[in-house]
């Protein structure tokens, strides 16, 4: 007979997740983006979010910052409701090119990521405020142009401000839509570290729109894929197959593993917009 323990074994409290969408729908109008999407994102957790054109993706990221409403079901982010300019969420948004008459410089692009209530009073503030953007562009390797108009700089440089306007609050859920577009291979490579670290060391919950997966597949903990108001979440190999994806888009589309890459036919939107880094 085996003894009993005389304490029950201390378990660690689960981790509340840093997103949770239950029972959500998105419509415009009489179109359903998605809807019954149930949804949860650990702190430290890499999800990658796919889909064609149109399917909602970036529309389920203006839903986690507030900026949009649900039709149905409940989100919470951050460990609460999902609002307007919180600086525990960090944003990378679709890239769109900056008009060459924008002077604000990128240090103060990447200083509003602070702006939030603590932020910018008082001499030690102001000073603990400037090592952390000096920090944040340091990152991301732009230093010798973070003081320049952006509307002068080239699409990546003003990519890359972007990425420290969104770390330099250490967020606890980083947002990227397309966070890899206009960047050369290298900067691919690092930025994508950059945002990894953000979920393997700091804890942060990382949704990450993304047309092609290859870049970060080796970052990527699971896959969110959308396509025509259908879904399916799971770990890369789960969702990334053929018999998955071919359901989702109702046509016959191939998934193959070649040197470490997924190659997927037989769908047009897996262009790649992006060169690919051979390792993220
Ligand atoms: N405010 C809005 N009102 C009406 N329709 C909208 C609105 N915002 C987005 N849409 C439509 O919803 C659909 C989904 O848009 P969304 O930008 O979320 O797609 P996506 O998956 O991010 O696409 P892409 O891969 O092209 O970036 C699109 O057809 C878009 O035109």
Same mark, same amino acid.
Request: charged share 25%; with cysteine.
């Given at each position: 007979?085996?003894?009993?323990?005389? $304490?029950?074994?201390?378990?660690?409290?689960? !981790?509340?997740?840093?997103?949770?969408?239950?029972?959500?729908?998105?419509?415009?109008?009489?179109?359903?983006?998605?809807?019954?999407?149930?949804?949860?994102?650990?702190?430290?957790?890499?999800?990658?979010?796919?889909?064609?054109?149109?399917?909602?993706? !970036?529309?389920?990221?203006?839903?986690?910052?507030?900026?949009?409403?649900?039709?149905? =079901? !409940?989100?919470?982010?951050?460990?609460?409701?999902?609002?307007? =300019?919180?600086?525990?969420?960090? &944003?990378?948004?679709?890239?769109?090119?900056?008009?060459?008459?924008?002077?604000?410089?990128? $240090?103060?692009?990447?200083?509003?990521?602070?702006?939030?209530?603590?932020?910018?009073?008082?001499?030690?503030?102001?000073?603990?405020?400037?090592?952390?953007?000096?920090?944040?562009?340091?990152?991301?390797?732009?230093?010798? &142009?973070?003081?320049?108009?952006?509307?002068?700089?080239?699409?990546?440089?003003?990519?890359?401000?972007?990425?420290?306007?969104?770390?330099?609050? %250490?967020?606890?859920?980083?947002?990227? %839509?397309?966070?890899?577009?206009?960047?050369?291979?290298?900067?691919?490579?690092?930025?994508?570290?950059?945002?990894?670290?953000?979920?393997?060391?700091?804890?942060?919950?990382?949704?990450? #729109?993304?047309?092609?997966?290859?870049?970060?597949?080796?970052?990527?903990?699971?896959?969110?894929?959308?396509?025509?108001?259908?879904?399916?979440?799971?770990?890369?190999?789960?969702?990334?197959?053929?018999? !998955?994806?071919?359901?989702? &888009?109702?046509?016959?589309?191939?998934?193959?593993? #070649?040197?470490?890459?997924?190659?997927?036919?037989?769908?047009?939107?897996?262009?790649?917009?992006?060169?690919?880094?051979?390792?993220?």
């Amino acid at each position: 007979m085996t003894a009993k323990p005389e $304490t029950e074994p201390v378990l660690a409290p689960p !981790t509340a997740p840093a997103v949770r969408l239950r029972d959500a729908a998105l419509s415009y109008g009489s179109r359903t983006l998605w809807s019954g999407l149930d949804l949860e994102v650990a702190p430290g957790e890499f999800l990658a979010v796919l889909g064609p054109n149109g399917s909602g993706k !970036t529309s389920l990221l203006k839903v986690l910052l507030g900026l949009q409403p649900l039709s149905a =079901g !409940t989100v919470e982010i951050a460990g609460g409701p999902a609002r307007r =300019g919180s600086n525990r969420i960090g &944003y990378i948004p679709q890239q769109r090119a900056l008009e060459a008459t924008v002077t604000v410089r990128g $240090t103060d692009l990447v200083g509003f990521g602070l702006d939030g209530h603590h932020w910018g009073v008082g001499f030690r503030n102001r000073r603990e405020r400037k090592r952390r953007v000096e920090a944040a562009v340091r990152a991301v390797e732009a230093t010798e &142009y973070a003081r320049m108009p952006l509307g002068l700089l080239s699409g990546g440089e003003q990519q890359r401000l972007r990425v420290a306007q969104a770390l330099v609050s %250490d967020p606890s859920v980083l947002l990227c %839509d397309e966070p890899l577009l206009s960047l050369d291979i290298a900067h691919q490579r690092k930025v994508s570290r950059l945002i990894a670290n953000q979920a393997r060391q700091a804890g942060a919950a990382v949704l990450f #729109v993304t047309h092609e997966i290859n870049p970060v597949l080796p970052l990527v903990d699971r896959v969110l894929y959308l396509v025509d108001g259908r879904f399916r979440v799971g770990p890369p190999d789960e969702v990334m197959n053929s018999a !998955t994806l071919s359901e989702l &888009y109702r046509t016959d589309v191939e998934v193959a593993r #070649v040197g470490g890459r997924l190659v997927v036919a037989g769908v047009d939107d897996h262009d790649h917009h992006v060169p690919e880094a051979e390792e993220a």
